[in-house]
């Protein structure tokens, strides 16, 4: 699937420690996983953990989405943690605290010495002021990059500042990243929502990354994930009017006009583009969706 097409709705946070979690994983509506072998992990169970996540791996999550975030280079486990990946067949590898295109260039050398295969990505969390600030060189470093994984709870750390409904503190650390992200064509996920006891908190808190721009929302508990799925899907309507708006300003061009009127609102060409990546988005999730059901009947 194209990285603008492809579900990114859910992506769960799996701890890579947990081998019956990562089993269960193969039953959860998520279009995405993150395998994480850094925050979630204690250090005296890195090496098992990465044991579990090259094997969870090699068994495969159907079409799903699988990224594995691994410890930074500058970890006793890090480098362990690339060369057991690297070559495995995940869809990407998440780096964390990036705050350097030196350190995106780094790891794409090591992977193509390790052997990893051209499709996997690198991936980036956004998670400290230098990195944010330097989103547009991260975002332009390699042409392995994937996407980018806001990190909002480190990044409050780091700016000393309170969670907020509305997030007005991180609003600049957002929108930089979205402007980079997009600029280079990439893919962005949400930060996290903490308080597990507060579903209509979460639902907010995913409306206001889908109309930030974000593809999807990073979650810490599989019970959040149909919340998060149905917000930052393309709703029925939304999908039916695409559909018209791309066959109404088709007609036009066929008759020589680069805008259409279609129930009194002027469409064109800009309006034509996000039409066929919403469609293109419904289609992709549809069939990931399938897949999901035919390997819960198998």
Known sequence: MAATARPRRSVLYMPGSNSRALEKARTLAA????????DAVAPDAKAEARANVAAAVDQGYGRREVLVRINGLNTPWGYADLEAVAASGCDGILLPKV????????????????????????WC????????????EIAGASARLGGFVMGTSDLAKDLHCHHTPLRLPMITGLGLCLLAAR????????????????????????????????????????KTIAAANEVFAPGEAEVTWSRRIIEA????EKAGQGVVVVDGKLVENLHVVNARRLVALAEAIAVLEADMLAAESA
Not at 31 to 38: A, H, N, S, V
Not at 99 to 122: F, K, N, W
Not at 202 to 212: D, M, R, V
């Open 31 to 38: 279009d995405g996983l993150i395998l994480d072998l850094e």
């Open 99 to 122: 705050e350097s295109a030196d350190t995106v260039r780094q790891v794409e050398t090591l992977m193509a010495a390790m052997g990893a295969p051209e499709p996997t990505r690198i």
């Open 183 to 222: 600029a280079h064509g990439l893919a962005i996920l949400d930060g996290v929502f903490l308080d597990l006891s507060d579903a209509d908190g979460f639902a907010a808190a995913c409306q206001q990354g889908l109309e930030l721009g974000f593809d999807g929302k990073t979650l810490i508990h599989p």
């Open 249 to 252: 300003h088709a007609e036009a």
């Open 125 to 136: 969390m956004m998670e400290t002021p230098l990195g944010i600030l330097r989103a547009e």
